[in-house]
Every structure is written in structure tokens, then in C-alpha cells.
């Protein structure tokens, strides 16, 4: 039997999800993208790439998203009433020396 983390165990994440990993990288995605524009290279295909580096990524993903991710990935119980819990019902508000903004939910 394997040993592992319960995502690495249970092939969870996308196999192109390079943050965040045991023994995966930035450096190692650029050797990945270059290696696939090498390949379409020698075959004489053209290549066209669109990069995307979204500040604060996990903010701009829907909580109820997240939440049906996790579900359906098998979290349950305790760990996913923690989870639900973090994520809902969550309200910021920034002070600057007097000054105190109005109050939003965190969706």
C-alpha cells in the first residue's frame, strides 16, 4: 500500500497542478511547456500560448465550488463541516488609523 497524503493517494488533483505539490514546481511547468512546444516544433505546427497569473487565485473561486469539490472527492464528516464552516458566513472589514470601512461578506 501506498503512503501519502489522501489527495496523492486518491489521484485527486489535475495532473497539470504544479503549485502546491510534493516534488512539483514552477521550474518543473516551464520544462513541461517547453518540452510541448519542442514536440509541436519538430512536427512544423504552430503554437499559440495564453498565460493567466491571477493574484489571490483561491479569492477568486466561488466558495459553494469549492465546497462541491470537496464533497464529491470524498470529504465528509467533521473535516467537511470544518470546511463548510470556514467558508460561509465569513465578513471583512479593513481600519486605517480612525477610519473603518463598511462591512462585506467574503463570497
Known amino acids: 500500500m501506498k503512503n501519502g497524503p ?3 493517494l486518491n ?3 489535475y ?5 502546491f505539490r510534493k516534488n512539483y ?3 518543473l511547468s516551464v520544462i513541461d511547456v517547453i518540452d510541448k512546444i519542442y ?3 519538430d512536427k512544423r ?3 499559440l500560448g495564453i498565460y493567466l497569473d491571477l493574484k489571490k487565485a483561491f479569492d477568486t473561486v466561488s466558495h459553494d465550488i469549492v465546497l ?3 464533497y464529491n472527492c470524498g470529504i465528509r464528516g467533521t ?3 470544518w470546511f463548510k464552516c470556514y467558508l460561509s458566513n465569513r465578513f471583512q472589514y479593513t481600519i486605517v488609523n480612525d477610519f473603518v470601512s463598511a462591512t462585506e461578506e467574503v463570497t
Open 6 to 8: 489522501f489527495i496523492s
Open 11 to 13: 489521484n485527486i488533483l
Open 15 to 19: 495532473k497539470y497542478q504544479f503549485g
Open 25 to 27: 514546481s514552477t521550474t
Open 39 to 41: 514536440e509541436h516544433l
Open 45 to 47: 505546427e504552430t503554437g
Open 68 to 70: 462541491y469539490k470537496l
Open 79 to 81: 473535516v467537511y463541516d
